[in-house]
């Protein structure tokens, strides 16, 4: 069973290029999260830096890739591998939001991120964590 642990929103940076930010709401994992771009060194290096704003600052923690779904629409997703001190590996993929609301601006996308536990042996989701302010960790 999968179950909804977070959002994020595609947005883009004049300078930056494309980046998400949203929010994260699991066990050992919640704060705002944002999906910053990564140095590509390889075809197979991350697309993306996963860093999570939390009361004591910011930190990274884990790694993203873009993917496209099999079928006509080829659907992009987001596949997210969050590495936090002192529990197991999660693996989590957002894809685009079936609605979208009406105050996103133009080219923004929101995304809804998807946990399934049986493909991952991290701790359950929970509700909860303070937003943060909203400076972009570049």
Aim: aromatic fraction near 10%.
């Amino acid at each position: 069973m999968a179950n909804h642990v977070g959002s994020l929103t595609r947005k883009e940076h004049p300078e930056q290029g494309t980046y998400f930010e949203g929010v994260l709401h699991m066990e050992h994992v919640h704060g705002r999260a944002y999906l910053v771009p990564a140095e590509k060194r390889k075809d197979n290096s991350p697309d993306f830096k996963l860093k999570l704003r939390k009361a004591g600052g910011i930190f990274e923690y884990g790694a993203a890739w873009l993917g496209k779904m099999k079928g006509p629409d080829g659907a992009e997703y987001v596949s997210i591998t969050i590495q936090a001190p002192g529990v197991p590996t999660i693996y989590v993929k957002a894809f685009p939001a079936d609605d979208q609301p009406d105050d996103l601006k133009d080219g923004e996308t929101l995304f809804n991120v998807i946990w399934n536990p049986s493909r991952s042996a991290a701790s359950a989701p929970s509700r909860g964590g303070p937003a943060l302010d909203d400076e972009i960790p570049f």
